[in-house]
């Protein structure tokens, strides 16, 4: 069955990306509570169906919500909305190198026109779900952004693509892993399940202090490091392939949508 978004709801996520069009820029964790968030990356359309099966081979990584077509800026997700500004911060990329951080992406559409967005589900979306079972998230807590960080899980290749597993972290209190795990296990489609739970250099992480990307944690005592699929990971795959332009979202900073997350649990 499909869920509504209520009024409030809708009214904050427009308000969000009202915010954010007119430049304001700022991490989305904990932004218009209860409503999807997504990551983002879009691609000349020569990569686009590249772009595609890596998404399709790497799907807890990489689990897509909505396409947006050569020569479109709108989401379907979100009536109104305009991909090329309505994210607080945009990651423009040359060659697998970034070039640029920007809070309008308008120009890097003007420069490719024929680019193809993806947006990938996001975990922003399964914190409402541990919220609600009183699942501490630290990173809200403490105003930051949550920590990510590239590890040693290698990607299935899809063509000219190929890259390393991002994930994002945040410290759960031991007792509440189990419910963790099975609250998020639930969201299939914003990554689901945890990749690991406890040892970091398991996952080539060598200091957990020192994030690839986002802030620093703070992890307290009888707190177990678990570990999430991140949608960051198409940024590694940048990196690693070289394409010689992208447009990503800044990790942190997600595309704010119109629809509940209720609609993303089975």
Sequence with gaps: MTVLATPAQLAAARAARAAYRAGESAPTSGVATGLT???????????????????????????VID?????????????GSDIRTDIGSYRIWRDGVLAEE????????AEHPDLVAFLIGCSFTFETGL???????????LGRNVPMYRTNIECTPAGRLRGEMV???RPIPARQVADAVQITGRTPAVHGAPV??????????VDLSNPDFGDAPVVRDGEV????????TPQAAIMASQPPFAVTHSPGYMFITDVPDAEYIV
């Design 167 to 169: 994930v994002s972290m």
């Design 196 to 205: 690991h739970v406890g040892d970091p250099a398991s996952l080539g992480i």
């Design 131 to 141: 919220t609600e079972a009183g699942i501490p998230i630290r990173h809200q807590e």
């Design 67 to 79: 396409v947006i077509e050569q020569g479109a800026v709108e989401s379907a997700l979100a009536p």
């Design 37 to 63: 968030q997504a990551n983002l990356i879009a691609v000349p359309a020569d990569w686009a169906f590249e772009t595609l099966l890596y998404t399709q081979r790497n799907q807890k990584a990489c689990p």
């Design 102 to 109: 920007t809070t309008d992406a308008r120009a890097a559409w």
């Design 225 to 232: 490091p678990v570990f999430w699929a991140c949608g960051v």
